[in-house]
């Protein structure tokens, strides 16, 4: 039979680990504090039910002694107390008198934040001693209990002093900048800044907390409008206060207590890594912000602050835990904020617009990954056009049905040029997740087209004789120029240069190998890129389209000019065609190409 | 300066600036390598996000450096070649503009257009592939270093394609070298993770099955360790294969069921090896209708996506189990011939394909 043996404890080692390795940042060592002199004035009122108890927590630093002292008028401790709870690590007077108030006073349990019987040891991560003066309301002598951090305490009567505790921390140099000036007043707003109990500053008569949440006030939608404007330092677009929500679990249903809001702000940064956050509180206590787990994934445009009693705090209530009462919070939450989304785009749809628009790149991009909200939103979004922000239900209906979209910021000039000739705006879709959406849109939606016009826009074109512009074909056939009559618009266009993809880079690779500017061993790979393109990678790889839509071509073509004005005029309109795109084109092309440009008009001038 | 020493120094200046936009851009690559199993499309745009910020922070090298990592997500984590040759030639070209003379990422670039070429047509571009291999043999030092690990996978990867398979196994052996001499481990079982997948293969076209077991064993184990699940599975299916051949029939079976599920559950294409265990399994058990249904899977996630040759490779073998299983259709060998039309050199695929009867 297998022995039992118990296991063994290096107490001083569990102090040192507990105390200096549990919590993540010395601020959280005066929130564990705050909490539990805000649970002792709980405590009392509860327990004592006096009609006029007032509670209050009073701050006080003596910077020449080191000290930092927290005082609260609570219920204070007794002898037996003291060696109960303050002294038994991981039990609290705290956690047993809310699992008795649980099921009779729900709302006086629900008060109470304590839960681990841990705080206390947070004392040390700010002290290199603590001494705790402590005189209960059920009587008994006041009494000082003293400890340096290790397993050892002294406990003795003190002088009388009011009913409530104080604890004096004789700080350790690293927790120094608690006394600095305005220190203690950030850590009071920022943890504590909801806690009902008022907390004073060095004796200032208003307290440092303001004691209400913006949920509760007296018009709760303005308070947290307001509360967002100052956390988030601008107007948000949208708030959502949050109320308990029913859940459905199959079997049962569950009530998510919830309080606290959603705010959408005026705009975000377009990121895959941007998140939607949460600051948590527990009990009105602040636990943490940037939680980015409770929001739905796609909601990425999406803040606010909430309050949940049903979150379980890890030990150091720096965090929360992933278990099951989290997933109910989401999905409450989750449920809240798509009815509330839901409402608006029925109620305000000015306002929805705002919102999608004002967010849209992140709306975009999640969109591409979350069908459900693809759904939501594709008919709303709006995109950078060549006319202005459109939507796509706006943009296709100045289109035929198909979608036209450069790669490249606002195409070049040609690119746009040729859309508008067409009457069609095009859309900038240089933003890498909107190629993806509009693809998306296209395959959803029966009937719209999907045209890449950097790559694609012969698809502009449409096919014309050569026998209209015979004369100027049979020229640059005989130059050897690649070229192409087509009718498009506008007309008053004569002729343009579309390269194929992959042209630039096999020109730019041309010209590389002929400089030799490529790494040896690279060469051999470089020049099966460039056969690849064939034509591509001279200077001049484009194709020359003649407009056979265009008066001045076509009179050009049936008066016969001379072999001499026709040449010169071929030769500028094709340089004028090869600047006016813009690629494929060094600076030393584009002053070849003006070169001949003007020495060919001079031809024509002053012939 | 070698590219992890400018890497850890631009870190530290970018933490110590506490620039936001500049430290998204830095967290740009570790949010994308974590995605690169689960979500390769989100790994790309991660990549892509941060080229852009790069850009838009004036920010070359950066450009540079994210450009090249769009290229890998391409070949590496969505296994879709279409354009990568045309981004690789122009990365290396934009190692010439003035401003990027010093990047010390040159190698790296041109590891991605030689992988690029590799994935596409290692038969057809043989000989620069060749001459670009020989010279960054000189160029790279001979020391555990992610070059030379790069340009050793590479000899690996070429040697394969060119079914050379004791080059393959001599390139495998001095991967491993590399991996048990380098300092940093780390980055030694990353590498080595992939290198006991491709050992596998070369073990399976000798029928070395007991050596096979013991690649895939060690393989899965390393990639377990290092969190590559792509490879895990492999692996797991290379030991499936093993099993079968020392007759444990049933634990055979069980192994390649979870190399299965590993699969299904990850965003990313099953590497080739993959599938040619599991083919390998199937053909084992003389089991030619699963055969084939593997290679028309494999043909499904790879048609169209600019691997010609393997795309090729993939019609011929699947037109030799349609006509073994007494299927084959003159359209079968249509389409097969159509991907051989788009090698530089198809006429041994024609050949292969003209042998073939249709039932």
């Known amino acids: ?607 | 300066m070698n590219l992890n020493d400018w890497l850890a120094s631009q870190a530290r200046d970018i933490a110590d600036s506490g620039d936001a936009d500049r430290l998204r851009m830095l967290g740009c690559y570790s949010r994308a390598f974590k995605l690169r199993e689960t979500d390769p499309d989100g790994a790309f745009a991660a990549f892509t996000e941060g080229r852009q910020l790069a850009q838009r922070l004036d920010e070359p090298w950066w450009a540079l450096y994210y450009e090249k990592y769009r290229i890998d997500a391409l070949i590496h984590f969505k296994r879709d070649y279409r354009q990568t040759i045309d981004m690789a030639v122009q990365l290396v070209l934009d190692l010439n503009k003035p401003g990027n003379a010093g990047y010390p990422g040159r190698v790296p670039c041109w590891d991605s257009l030689l992988a690029a070429y590799l994935g596409v047509d290692a038969e057809g571009y043989a000989e620069p592939i060749q001459e670009a291999i020989d010279t960054l043999e000189k160029e790279v030092p001979d020391c555990p270093d992610s070059e030379r690990y790069l340009l050793t996978a590479r000899k690996v990867v070429f040697a394969l394609e060119q079914e050379r398979y004791q080059d393959a196994y001599k390139h495998c052996m001095a991967e491993l070298k590399l991996a048990a001499d380098d300092d940093k481990q780390s980055r030694g079982a990353h590498y080595a993770a992939f290198v006991f997948c491709e050992l596998c293969q070369v073990g399976a076209t000798i029928e070395n099955w007991p050596q096979v077991a013991r690649w895939a064993k060690a393989g899965e184990e390393l990639s377990q360790a290092v969190g590559h699940q792509c490879e895990r599975a492999e692996a797991s299916a290379w030991q499936a294969v093993a099993a079968w051949h020392a007759g444990n029939r049933t634990e055979a079976a069980r192994i390649l069921q979870g190399a299965i599920a590993t699969t299904r559950s990850l965003g990313m294409p099953p590497n080739r090896g993959y599938y040619e265990a599991l083919i390998t399994y199937h053909l084992a058990a003389r089991d030619l209708e699963s055969a084939l249904r593997v290679r028309e899977d494999e043909l499904s996630t790879t048609q169209n996506r600019g691997r010609l040759l393997y795309e090729c490779r993939l019609h011929v073998e699947r037109c030799r189990l349609l006509s073994a299983l007494r299927r084959l259709r003159p359209a079968d060998l249509d389409a097969a011939r159509a991907a051989a039309g788009k090698l530089r050199k198809p006429q041994r695929y024609l050949d292969q394909l003209a042998a073939l009867r249709v039932s």
């Open chain 1, 1 to 607: 039979m297998t022995a039992k043996h118990r296991f063994g404890l290096h107490l001083p080692g569990l102090l040192k680990v507990l105390a200096e390795h549990l919590y993540g940042s010395r601020n959280v060592g005066v929130r564990e504090l705050l909490q539990n002199a805000h649970d002792s004035c709980v405590r009392r009122r509860i327990e004592e039910q006096g009609p006029r108890y007032r509670p209050r927590i009073d701050l006080t630093t003596d910077e020449r002694q080191q000290t930092l002292t927290i005082r609260d008028n609570g219920c204070g401790l007794t002898e037996e107390e003291i060696h109960t709870y303050l002294a038994t690590i991981g039990r609290g007077y705290t956690r047993e008198l809310r699992e008795l108030l649980g099921t009779d006073s729900p709302s006086e349990a629900g008060e109470l934040i304590g839960q681990f019987g841990l705080g206390f040891l947070s004392a040390f991560l700010l002290a290199r001693e603590v001494t705790v003066t402590t005189r209960s309301y059920k009587g008994g002598p006041t009494l000082r209990w003293s400890c340096s951090g290790d397993e050892h305490f002294g406990l003795a009567p003190a002088p009388d002093q009011p009913i409530g505790t104080s604890v004096e921390l004789q700080l350790k140099p690293a927790a120094a900048f608690l006394l600095e000036a305005g220190t203690l007043e950030d850590v009071v707003r920022n943890y504590a800044d909801f806690l009902p109990t008022p907390i004073h500053v060095e004796g200032d008569h208003a307290p440092a907390n303001c004691m209400l949440p913006p949920w509760e006030a007296d018009d709760p939608e303005e308070a947290c409008r307001a509360y967002a404007r100052r956390a988030g330092r601008s107007d948000p677009l949208w708030v959502l206060p949050l109320t308990d929500e029913k859940i459905n679990l199959g079997h049962d249903t569950l009530t998510v207590p919830l309080r606290g809001f959603l705010f959408v702000p005026p705009s975000s940064v377009a990121s895959v890594s941007e998140h939607g956050d949460l600051s948590i509180y527990i009990r009105r206590m602040f636990i943490c912000d940037r939680e980015r787990h409770l929001l739905p994934p796609w909601a990425r445009f999406v803040r606010g602050v909430i309050d949940c009693p049903v979150l379980q705090p890890t030990a150091s209530r720096e965090g929360i835990h992933q278990d099951d009462s989290f997933t109910s919070v989401r999905n409450a939450i989750e449920a809240q904020l798509t009815r509330g989304l839901r409402n608006l785009a029925r109620r305000d749809p000015d306002g929805w617009r705002r919102l999608v628009r004002a967010h849209a790149d992140l709306v975009v991009g999640w969109a591409v990954k979350d069908d459900g909200f693809f759904e939501s939103i594709k008919d709303v979004v709006p995109f950078r056009t060549t006319r202005g922000l459109l939507s796509l239900p706006e943009y296709l209906a100045c289109t035929n049905g198909t979608i036209y979209y450069v790669t490249r910021e606002l195409g070049s000039l040609q690119d746009q040029l040729l859309a508008e000739g067409r009457d069609l705006p095009a859309i900038d879709a240089s933003w890498f997740e909107v190629p993806t959406f509009l693809n998306k849109y296209a395959r959803q939606k029966p009937g719209v087209g999907l045209k890449r016009l950097d790559v694609e826009a012969d698809e502009l074109m449409r096919p014309a004789p050569e026998g209209d512009l015979a004369p100027l074909a049979a020229y640059c056939r005989a130059q050897g120029w690649r070229f192409k009559v087509a009718a498009f618009r506008p007309a008053e266009v004569p002729a343009l240069m579309l390269y194929p993809p992959g042209a630039e880079t096999a020109a730019g690779a041309g010209r590389a190998l002929r400089r030799k500017e490529v790494a040896g061993g690279l060469a051999g790979l470089i020049k099966a890129y460039v056969e690849d393109h064939p034509g591509a990678a001279d200077d001049h790889g484009g194709t020359l389209y003649l407009n056979a839509s265009c008066g001045v071509l076509r009179k050009l073509a049936q008066a016969s000019p001379s072999p001499e004005v026709l040449a010169a005029t071929l030769i500028m309109l094709r340089q004028l065609a090869r600047l006016f795109c813009g690629r494929a084109l060094t600076a030393a092309d584009a002053a070849a190409a003006f070169g001949d440009f003007t020495d060919n008009l001079e031809r024509i001038a002053l012939k």
